[in-house]
């Protein structure tokens, strides 16, 4: 072989090398710069809190600054597509409840927000409760399933727009509890608890820390909370499922990077994230916000992002769900 042809050859294998190697010392000394967490909502919300708790943690226990960059829109999928289109190189991340999931399933947006992600870890969820006005004559989630039979198209529950989890999650309730319930849509969750409190719509399914001052005060009536286990805020109000069997819904908040980022960032986030949502001080601070802790790896987030994404792509399907 000539000289030239031996350099046509070792060009590319030396270029190869040198991006094994840089890869690998990325991973080793990452991170050295700020690293941005796109949050795919307005500030102050649940997403925004739990992601400025998670950063200052991550500060801590990392070294570098984690940058909140709050990108709002189109039910999270703004900030999803800011994210699979950035540079896969472990400085952009994204942290979200799953939200985003139902706005994708919903709308079908023209890039692909499930196979362009590279999952990271689910670090809490947020378990809904039925909530109703005290005027309703029920006690119970049954009671409610026999009333809203007997009643077909009458009561009234508010969500926050089509495709919200609020909305795919009530849906959901009342599709396997088979009752017709009218669908009253919100710009937000928070307008429509004024509406429930002065007994214009009859129920809504809801954030407990939304309603547990006003259940408290005896404004509200909590029926049922949306996950298999009881909140521990709430010792006494049991599971939707024990009405209505096999349901189970909640907001779980998660971060995740675009597809590419390379494994052993990921694998150090994940480990990062687990460790830092251990501490007393973010598991206080996330009790205040109703969240339940939880961890995990990347299989588990990977396998919950896909589980949840076909979960409501079929019942959107079934249902045949329309937007606004």
């Avoid at 950063?55 to 960059?69: H, R, S």
């Avoid at 005290?134 to 989630?141: F, G, Q």
Wanted: one cysteine or more; a positive charge; charged letters at 15%.
């Amino acid at each position: 072989m000539n000289a030239r042809n031996q350099w046509r050859f070792l060009v590319p294998a030396l270029a190869a090398c040198a991006m094994v190697f840089t890869t690998g010392t990325d991973a080793q000394t990452w991170p050295v710069r700020p690293v941005r967490v796109i949050v795919p909502f307005a500030a102050g919300g649940g997403s925004d809190l739990a992601a400025r708790l998670l950063t200052q943690a991550l500060f801590k226990e990392l070294g570098q600054p984690f940058v909140v960059d709050n990108r709002p829109g189109a039910g999270a999928l703004v900030g999803t597509k800011i994210l699979v289109e950035s540079v896969p190189d472990g400085y952009t991340i994204m942290v979200s409840t799953s939200s985003w999931l139902t706005s994708a399933a919903m709308s079908k947006p023209t890039f692909d927000p499930i196979n362009n992600i590279t999952p990271i870890v689910e670090f809490g969820y947020n378990p809904f409760v039925l909530a109703v006005h005290p005027s309703l004559p029920v006690k119970t989630t049954k009671e409610f399933i026999a009333l809203a039979r007997s009643r077909p198209g009458e009561l009234a529950y508010g969500h926050s727009g089509a495709g919200s989890i609020t909305h795919l999650a009530t849906v959901l309730l009342t599709h396997m509890a088979k009752i017709n319930v009218l669908a009253v849509p919100y710009k937000g969750g928070g307008a429509m608890l004024p509406d429930l409190l002065a007994g214009r719509i009859e129920s809504i399914l809801s954030g407990l820390v939304n309603v547990l001052p006003h259940a408290q005060s005896g404004r509200l009536r909590l029926l049922g909370v949306s996950t298999a286990q009881r909140a521990r805020e709430l010792p006494d109000v049991p599971p939707l499922a024990d009405a209505v069997p096999g349901y189970s819904v909640a907001s779980w908040f998660g971060a995740v990077a675009p597809r590419g980022t390379p494994a052993p960032i990921v694998e150090r986030l994940n480990a990062a994230i687990n460790k830092v949502i251990k501490t007393p001080e973010f598991r206080k601070t996330a009790a205040i916000e109703g969240m339940t802790v939880t961890g995990g790896t990347t299989e588990n987030i990977n396998k919950l992002v896909r589980d949840d994404y076909a979960r409501w792509s079929r019942l959107i399907r079934e249902a045949n769900i329309k937007g606004d």
